[in-house]
């Protein structure tokens, strides 16, 4: 797919979606052009972000967990050079709106919560790798756990599903769960067992416009937009 000369697009993760739309006006006007949302899918479909720059689509910034900033690094599909560590976020869990709020404010009660729930839904990013290959490993209840949940993938958000009344809870980074209607009780995993993603806001090697992709990059990093990062439920880490 190629890329028009007004056009500055964009490659993110579910987990920076809120924040990046919430800036998305500030942005158009520090390149001059029109912002295109290419992909706000991390997962494993056809329209995720590693897919699409195998492809070889074009892109001027992606954003991503580390982890997988790291693997894109590796494959050449995004520079090393220039990129910014621009958020924090952790994992929470989710019902359906009406639902009663589950106990998971100690490690036994979300033991409990994980083994009386009948479905459970997790994403194919980094939160979901976590619960289904850390998480339940550690609370000794793996065999009981990993049955009865769902991977929610091609881009779907977990709390969407949860809002069908198709879960009865969720998991999921807590900026891609607070945008969801329909749900309640967004609850994070208690502190002895949460785990906390960095992301990382890079060059793809497709740019066209590198020299403005970094400048987009330094203000996603700037204390400029760090407000609008803190509103969607990260913690913005803002360099001056």
């Given at each position: 797919m190629t890329a028009t000369a007004n056009e500055f697009r964009v490659m993110t993760s579910g987990a920076f979606t809120a924040a990046y739309l919430a800036l998305m006006p500030q942005l158009?006007?520090?390149?001059?052009?029109?912002?295109v949302t290419v992909t706000t899918s991390i997962g494993t479909g056809e329209t995720s972000i590693a897919n699409r720059l195998k492809r070889g689509e074009v892109a001027d910034i992606v954003i991503v967990a580390e982890p997988a900033f790291r693997?894109?690094?590796?494959a050449g599909v995004v520079l090393d050079e220039g990129y910014r560590i621009i958020a924090r976020s952790g994992i929470?869990?989710?019902?359906?709106?009406?639902?009663?709020k589950p106990d998971i404010?100690?490690?036994?009660?979300?033991?409990?919560?994980?083994?009386q729930a009948k479905?459970?839904?997790?994403?194919?990013?980094?939160?979901g790798k976590y619960l289904t290959t850390e998480l339940v490993?550690?609370?000794?209840?793996?065999?009981?756990?990993?049955?009865?949940?769902?991977?929610?993938?091609?881009?779907e958000r977990v709390g969407a599903?949860?809002?069908r009344g198709e879960l009865d809870i969720g998991f999921q980074q807590i900026s891609e769960l607070r945008p969801v209607p329909g749900i309640a009780h967004i609850?994070?995993?208690p502190p002895e067992v949460q785990k906390v993603s960095s992301f990382a806001a890079g060059v793809a090697a497709s740019s066209p416009d590198k020299a403005g992709a970094r400048a987009v990059i330094g203000f996603l990093a700037s204390p400029e937009a760090a407000q609008a990062i803190a509103d969607s439920g990260l913690e913005p880490i803002a360099h001056r």
């Open positions: 158009e006007r520090l390149t001059g052009k029109k912002i693997q894109f690094v590796a929470a869990m989710a019902v359906r709106a009406g639902a009663p404010s100690t490690i036994d009660a979300l033991r409990n919560t994980l083994l479905s459970i839904g997790y994403s194919a990013s980094e939160s490993q550690r609370l000794g209840i793996a065999d009981q756990v990993l049955p009865k949940s769902r991977l929610i993938g091609g881009g599903v949860i809002a609850t994070p995993l």
